[in-house]
T-cell receptor, first 111, second 114 residues
Framework: GQNIDQPTEMTATEGAIVQINCTYQTSGFNGLFWYQQHAGEAPTFLSYNVLDGLEEKGRFSSFLSRSKGYSYLLLKELQMKDSASYLCAVKLLSNDYKLSFGAGTTVTVRA | SAVISQKPSRDICQRGTSLTIQCQVDSQVTMMFWYRQQPGQSLTLIATANQGSEATYESGFVIDKFPISRPNLTFSTLTVSNLSPEDSSIYLC???????????FGSGTRLTVV
């Protein structure tokens, strides 16, 4: 089976920075996604990494190291609306579009 | 990006009955998927809905329990059959964006079995 690990919960203060780590051991690797999911809503796309390195998109950045099986999502200048679950997902094969998800990290932003 | 309309948004069903969930996409998409999200957990893939042919099910999910239809490239249904309380969950459809690496999700169906 696929193994994708994330911390269960994280808490941070408004305006601060939080880093959510994701480690994976999967039968294949063809890219890693980060999704944000507010309670009761659909997951929404945040980032996609397929090559090593850092991808920056506004307040959110995502990093990938394929040799270490490791990614992180960095949330800067936290806002209350960033309180949500963050899902790490791996696309396993280039010719198969299924995603395998981690259990998700619930981030709570406090004033 | 594609927009998905998923219905119903929630339902409460009796044991032994079935619920059919619909997903309508505003554009033609090749790849469509059905997921289950149990309370406090992440998404588990149920099956890939194939247009014009039988769905491809993941380990632990069978056609008799989760029949899927995909009559065209914009529509699919998932039926959860012979309901038991263990089927209480959120069910989501998802599509792979055409000519893009991203995936879009429906808003989900919250099913409660009593």
């Amino acid at each position: 089976g696929q193994n994708i690990d994330q911390p269960t919960e994280m808490t941070a203060t408004e305006g601060a920075i939080v880093q959510i780590n994701c480690t994976y051991q999967t039968s294949g690797f063809n890219g890693l996604f980060w999704y944000q999911q507010h309670a009761g809503e659909a997951p929404t796309f945040l980032s996609y990494n397929v090559l090593d390195g850092l991808e920056e998109k506004g307040r959110f950045s995502s990093f990938l190291s394929r040799s270490k099986g490791y990614s992180y999502l960095l949330l800067k200048e936290l806002q209350m609306k960033d309180s949500a679950s963050y899902l790490c997902a791996v696309k396993l094969l280039s010719n198969d579009y299924k995603l395998s998800f981690g259990a998700g990290t619930t981030v709570t932003v406090r004033a | 990006s594609a927009v998905i309309s998923q219905k119903p948004s929630r339902d409460i069903c009796q044991r032994g009955t079935s619920l059919t969930i619909q997903c309508q996409v505003d554009s033609q998409v090749t790849m469509m998927f059905w997921y289950r999200q149990q309370p406090g957990q992440s998404l588990t893939l149920i099956a890939t809905a194939n247009q014009g042919s039988e769905a491809t099910y993941e380990s632990g999910f069978v056609i008799d329990k989760f029949p899927i239809s995909r009559p065209n490239l914009t529509f699919s249904t998932l039926t959860v059959s012979n309901l038991s309380p263990e089927d209480s969950s959120i069910y989501l459809c998802s599509v792979k964006q055409e000519r893009h690496y991203g995936y879009t999700f429906g808003s989900g169906t919250r099913l409660t079995v009593v």
